[in-house]
């Protein structure tokens, strides 16, 4: 069996606990000991404690031996606007790791602190950082404040990355090596040789890279024979710290018996463009574990024909492990329009997982639950993509989308795009979301008639950290990110840190049409809309109607917001209307069209509600959107995650997992 272990650092929640007492001084006692009894009362405790959380690796672990020294700095509240804007430092106190927790003096008083972390003792090594939200020091008051600390992953600077590979003595190779592939630019590999010049195996090494997010692939072919191990893996290069891929394999990972497999997890079925006929003609095994070993080209089929029996059903879930191994399944076709669950996988069930798996000229046809990659998803699909065409003539239903039909579990780092068709609950990934959706894109053309969008169509719980762009048409609830964001028993629709680059674009009779959401009854925070919004009635830069929701720290850089109605009222630059909810802290692009009686070509001038909390937001113009101050000011979070601000502003804001920013469209430059 072979062992990996991934030594990355994320976000370290750093517990921050400072007890300030202020008493005064008893008159007529022995001077010294008024002096130690004052300082004592002023002295307050600094506690740091590093606790395990959810990180972006496949194998995390963090331990406080990452950093070596601190500095912590005590801001003046009260002229503070962000870290890169001047500000007065009231106190800054230096820390090892040895004394940390050493106590710290403070006056009473409005206090922000910024920690920074560094990896060697001398203050040099800047890995990490974190800013409190703000808080206040009483006179015999204790106060607790809790900081998020972030590792540097994409605000320049070089990162380590180590690998520790072992294999068993007296074995030779024909070949072994390292590749390792920049996540979003293919053509950046670097390969390292783990064969010396006299044909021995080397498995430890170091090589520095940028920051950023890499795919890692380890192969080592034993010499004479076929039989080969093959690792694939992701991991994120962090500033002036280290990430270590550590294997160690055995001889029997070099039999045959190996490579054929046998469904368990540690010796999974090796599935290649021969082995997978067997399964497609006897059937699967639902909770065995399988692994691709190459890349896979389904036969061609007529017209109207299908290549692809799903597996799982509605009655019997998928519940093992499907790793694609970086590879990738081409040419899948399944045409099945009168039945429901269709899709590479027909329902994968709770303990089910497909990961690192590639859909390529995808030609899906069903009724409803229709996606390329699952029908239904309960379970975990993590780092899978699609490419073509998804299609479902389902009634109310629905539930098509890109990647996934109908999902109560965790769709992650994945991505479609193609074209979605259908008519209820139509996302560019997803159709129906009653899960966690996060850190995925779409480019897409999505058509649909009611409940349409750019990732999920219809949204029950968690949308976060995606974007989407493309064409996205339909006739009610229509958003470039989510059609209709709403609730469900005890879930509430959450749409945060997401963003729109394209067209939505509803026809006559239509309603509630939205850059980011067309009909929300939910939360949207923190989302950017940029290109085109139109529709009949109720149409809005970020929302179309909203219904007792919350909308939140957003911003509109439409440049065109218009009804096709002839009624002024029906449109605005944030939303169009709404009954009751919360409107906070929103802004749109000062020159904005919002225009009512659109043809086409022209329109009559809506009449604007501005202000941070009104229908049409406050205005904020190119020079504005430029700057990370204005963004900042919106609510917009830019420590490395979920946001990155880079080049001065020359490319839009991206998220923490996009390697480069999106250039401003034309009009916005």
Same mark, same amino acid.
């Given at each position: 069996m072979?062992?990996?272990?991934?030594?990355?650092?994320?976000?370290?929640?750093?517990?921050?606990?400072?007890?300030?007492f202020?008493?005064?001084?008893?008159?007529f006692?022995?001077l010294q000991?008024?002096?130690?009894?004052?300082?004592?009362?002023?002295?307050?405790?600094?506690?740091?404690?590093?606790?395990?959380v959810?990180?972006?690796?496949?194998a995390?672990?963090?331990?406080?031996d990452?950093?070596?020294?601190?500095?912590l700095?005590?801001?003046?509240?009260?002229?503070?606007t962000d870290?890169n804007s001047?500000?007065t430092?009231i106190e800054?106190?230096?820390?090892?790791?040895?004394?940390?927790?050493?106590p710290?003096?403070?006056?009473?008083?409005?206090?922000?602190?910024?920690?920074?972390?560094?990896?060697d003792e001398?203050?040099?090594?800047?890995?990490?950082?974190?800013?409190?939200q703000?808080?206040?020091?009483s006179?015999?008051?204790?106060?607790?404040?809790?900081?998020?600390?972030?590792?540097?992953i994409?605000?320049?600077?070089?990162? !380590?990355?180590?690998w520790n590979?072992?294999v068993p003595?007296?074995?030779?190779?024909?070949?072994?090596e390292?590749?390792?592939?920049?996540y979003?630019n293919?053509?950046?590999v670097?390969?390292?040789?783990?064969?010396?010049?006299?044909?021995?195996?080397?498995g430890?090494?170091?090589?520095?890279?940028?920051?950023?997010?890499?795919?890692?692939l380890?192969?080592?072919?034993?010499?004479?024979?076929?039989?080969?191990?093959?690792?694939?893996?992701?991991?994120?290069?962090?500033?002036?710290?280290?990430s270590?891929?550590?294997a160690?394999?055995?001889?029997?990972?070099?039999s045959?018996?190996?490579?054929?497999?046998?469904?368990t997890?540690?010796?999974?079925?090796?599935l290649?463009?021969?082995?997978?006929?067997?399964f497609?003609?006897?059937?699967?095994?639902?909770?065995?574990?399988?692994?691709l070993?190459?890349?896979i080209?389904?036969?061609?089929?007529?017209?109207g024909?299908?290549?692809?029996?799903?597996?799982g059903?509605?009655?019997?879930h998928?519940?093992?492990?499907?790793?694609?191994?970086?590879?990738?399944?081409?040419?899948?076709?399944?045409?099945?329009g009168?039945?429901?669950?269709i899709?590479?996988?027909?329902t994968v069930?709770?303990?089910?997982?497909v990961?690192?798996?590639?859909?390529?000229n995808?030609?899906?046809?069903?009724?409803?639950?229709?996606?390329?990659? &699952?029908?239904?998803n309960r379970g975990?699909?993590?780092n899978?993509?699609?490419?073509?065409?998804?299609s479902?003539?389902?009634?109310?239903?629905g539930?098509?989308?890109?990647?996934?039909?109908?999902?109560?579990?965790?769709?992650r780092?994945?991505?479609f795009?193609?074209?979605?068709?259908?008519?209820?609950g139509?996302g560019g990934l997803?159709?129906?979301?009653?899960?966690?959706?996060?850190?995925n894109?779409?480019?897409v053309?999505?058509n649909?008639?009611?409940d349409?969008?750019?990732? !999920?169509?219809?949204?029950f719980?968690? !949308?976060?950290?995606?974007?989407?762009s493309?064409?996205?048409?339909g006739?009610?609830a229509?958003?470039?990110?989510?059609?209709?964001?709403?609730?469900?028993?005890s879930?509430?629709?959450?749409v945060k840190n997401?963003?729109?680059?394209g067209?939505?674009?509803?026809?006559?009779?239509?309603?509630?049409?939205?850059g980011?959401?067309g009909?929300?009854?939910g939360?949207?925070?923190?989302?950017?809309?940029?290109?085109?919004?139109?529709?009949?009635?109720?149409v809005g830069g970020?929302?179309?109607?909203n219904?007792?929701g919350?909308?939140?720290?957003?911003i &509109?850089?439409?440049?065109?917001?218009?009804?096709?109605?002839?009624?002024?009222?029906?449109i605005g630059?944030?939303i169009?209307f709404?009954?009751?909810?919360e409107i906070?802290?929103?802004?749109?692009?000062?020159?904005m069209?919002?225009?009512?009686?659109w043809?086409?070509s022209?329109?009559t001038?809506?009449?604007l509600n501005k202000g941070?909390n009104?229908?049409?937001?406050?205005d904020?113009s190119?020079?504005?959107?430029?700057?990370?101050?204005?963004?900042e000011?919106?609510?917009?979070?830019?420590?490395?995650?979920?946001?990155v601000?880079d080049?001065?502003?020359?490319t839009?804001?991206?998220?923490f997992?996009?390697?480069?920013?999106k250039?401003?469209?034309?009009?916005?430059?």
């Amino acid at each position: 069996m072979y062992k990996y272990k991934g030594i990355l650092l994320s976000n370290i929640i750093l517990l921050l606990l400072c007890a300030m007492f202020l008493i005064a001084c008893p008159g007529f006692v022995d001077l010294q000991q008024e002096k130690q009894e004052e300082i004592q009362s002023e002295m307050g405790v600094f506690y740091l404690k590093l606790n395990d959380v959810e990180m972006r690796a496949i194998a995390p672990d963090s331990g406080l031996d990452h950093f070596k020294s601190y500095k912590l700095i005590f801001i003046n509240a009260a002229d503070f606007t962000d870290i890169n804007s001047a500000y007065t430092i009231i106190e800054e106190v230096n820390r090892t790791a040895a004394n940390v927790t050493s106590p710290v003096l403070l006056k009473a008083g409005n206090y922000i602190l910024r920690v920074l972390a560094y990896t060697d003792e001398n203050y040099l090594n800047l890995a990490a950082e974190g800013i409190s939200q703000g808080f206040e020091i009483s006179v015999n008051a204790s106060t607790i404040e809790i900081v998020e600390l972030f590792a540097f992953i994409s605000e320049g600077g070089i990162g !380590v990355f180590k690998w520790n590979i072992s294999v068993p003595a007296g074995l030779n190779f024909n070949s072994a090596e390292l590749r390792i592939t920049s996540y979003t630019n293919i053509n950046d590999v670097l390969t390292i040789n783990l064969l010396n010049p006299s044909g021995q195996f080397n498995g430890t090494g170091s090589r520095n890279l940028n920051n950023g997010y890499y795919r890692i692939l380890l192969s080592i072919i034993k010499d004479e024979s076929s039989d080969s191990v093959i690792l694939r893996s992701f991991l994120h290069i962090y500033r002036n710290m280290e990430s270590v891929l550590e294997a160690e394999f055995e001889a029997g990972h070099f039999s045959s018996f190996f490579v054929q497999g046998d469904g368990t997890p540690g010796k999974p079925f090796i599935l290649n463009n021969t082995t997978i006929q067997d399964f497609i003609n006897d059937g699967w095994n639902l909770n065995a574990h399988y692994i691709l070993s190459e890349n896979i080209v389904l036969p061609s089929v007529a017209a109207g024909g299908s290549n692809w029996e799903p597996i799982g059903s509605e009655e019997q879930h998928f519940q093992g492990t499907f790793d694609g191994n970086g590879f990738s399944i081409s040419g899948v076709k399944i045409n099945l329009g009168d039945d429901e669950d269709i899709g590479l996988f027909g329902t994968v069930g709770a303990s089910g997982v497909v990961k690192n798996l590639s859909l390529i000229n995808v030609d899906i046809i069903g009724y409803y639950y229709v996606g390329a990659l &699952a029908g239904t998803n309960r379970g975990l699909v993590d780092n899978c993509s699609a490419s073509g065409n998804v299609s479902g003539d389902g009634d109310e239903d629905g539930a098509i989308g890109g990647l996934i039909g109908w999902s109560n579990g965790t769709v992650r780092n994945s991505f479609f795009t193609g074209n979605v068709d259908g008519e209820y609950g139509i996302g560019g990934l997803t159709g129906v979301n009653l899960g966690v959706i996060e850190n995925n894109y779409t480019v897409v053309n999505v058509n649909g008639y009611e409940d349409v969008g750019g990732i !999920v169509g219809t949204n029950f719980n968690i !949308v976060e950290n995606n974007f989407a762009s493309g064409t996205i048409i339909g006739e009610k609830a229509v958003g470039g990110v989510v059609g209709f964001n709403t609730l469900f028993d005890s879930w509430t629709g959450k749409v945060k840190n997401c963003y729109f680059a394209g067209t939505v674009d509803a026809g006559i009779d239509s309603t509630w049409i939205g850059g980011i959401i067309g009909l929300n009854v939910g939360i949207v925070q923190n989302c950017f809309s940029i290109g085109d919004v139109v529709g009949d009635t109720a149409v809005g830069g970020i929302a179309g109607y909203n219904e007792d929701g919350i909308i939140s720290n957003n911003i &509109a850089l439409n440049s065109l917001v218009a009804s096709s109605y002839n009624m002024p009222n029906l449109i605005g630059r944030i939303i169009s209307f709404g009954t009751g909810g919360e409107i906070n802290n929103n802004f749109a692009f000062t020159d904005m069209n919002a225009k009512y009686n659109w043809n086409g070509s022209s329109g009559t001038n809506q009449s604007l509600n501005k202000g941070l909390n009104q229908l049409d937001g406050q205005d904020i113009s190119i020079a504005q959107i430029k700057t990370r101050t204005a963004w900042e000011t919106a609510g917009f979070t830019f420590n490395g995650s979920p946001w990155v601000w880079d080049n001065s502003g020359e490319t839009m804001p991206r998220l923490f997992w996009e390697t480069t920013g999106k250039p401003w469209p034309a009009y916005l430059q």
